[in-house]
């Protein structure tokens, strides 16, 4: 994989490549994520600062507790789902490909990639995330929402889940408003880097594994 620290303005590092499982899975481990530039040309990305969601510093506000006790929580029940959703085209700024959304869900058969999902009591789903785990890092790719705050029950959900997994690094790709509200910051990308590389090296994080 290319430096990450070849970077330019907007954080694109390199264009082309393939799209194969294991080229993503090198890219998160090098600290660069794939997104399309134009069209069907795929981007190597390495944003400069970086967002990161420290763990033990979610913030979750009374009004999101009340709802998180509102919607049932799940874990990889509804993958397919929750990454069409997030690659609706009908969403502003799309950037979900069918040959992202291909990759991922391999990668999610494969045991890499994990789902979030917020349901409602009905068995309707309505909000998730998706994202890669690979030894202590997790590394958000999207999320969307349907009702008020279940995009944000599934992130109180993945933080609860990566802290009882002894994950370390929780991936964000650019901080929003949105995120920033619960905690997210921006990092220097070294800082992200010595960071990445300590969270790669450690043993598979346990969040996603099946109860006992």
Same mark, same amino acid.
């Given at each position: ?9 907007? %954080? ?43 763990? !033990?510093? /979610?913030?979750?506000?009374?009004? /999101? ?51 979030? !999902?917020?349901?409602?009591? !009905?068995?309707?789903?309505? %909000? ?39 994950? @370390? ?6 901080? @929003? ?20 590389? !300590? ?5 598979? @994080? @346990? ?6």
């Amino acid at each position: 994989m290319p430096d990450p620290r070849s970077v330019d303005e907007s %954080g694109l590092v390199a264009i082309g490549a393939d799209l194969e499982p294991g080229t993503v899975l090198a890219s998160d481990r090098a600290g660069l994520f794939p997104m399309p530039v134009k069209s069907r040309t795929i981007g190597w990305w390495s944003p400069d600062p970086r967002g990161v969601l420290p763990l !033990e510093g /979610l913030r979750v506000s009374r009004s /999101l507790r009340r709802s998180c006790q509102r919607y049932e929580v799940r874990v990889d029940t509804a993958f397919d789902a929750v990454i069409r959703a997030c690659g609706d085209p009908r969403r502003p700024h799309g950037w979900i490909s069918s040959e992202i959304i291909d990759v991922y869900t391999t990668l999610h058969r494969l045991g890499w990639v994990h789902s979030v !999902e917020t349901w409602t009591p !009905e068995g309707e789903l309505v %909000g998730g995330l998706y994202g890669v785990a690979v030894g202590g890092l997790f590394a958000g790719e999207s999320m969307f929402s349907h009702r008020t705050d279940a995009s944000k029950v599934a992130l109180v959900a993945l933080v609860e889940r990566l802290l009882a997994g002894g994950t @370390t690094l929780l991936d964000v790709q650019w901080t @929003t408003d949105h995120l920033r509200s619960l905690g997210a910051v921006d990092i220097a990308q070294n800082t992200y880097l010595r960071l990445l590389a !300590e969270a790669v090296t450690q043993p598979q @994080t @346990t969040a996603f594994d099946p109860p006992p």
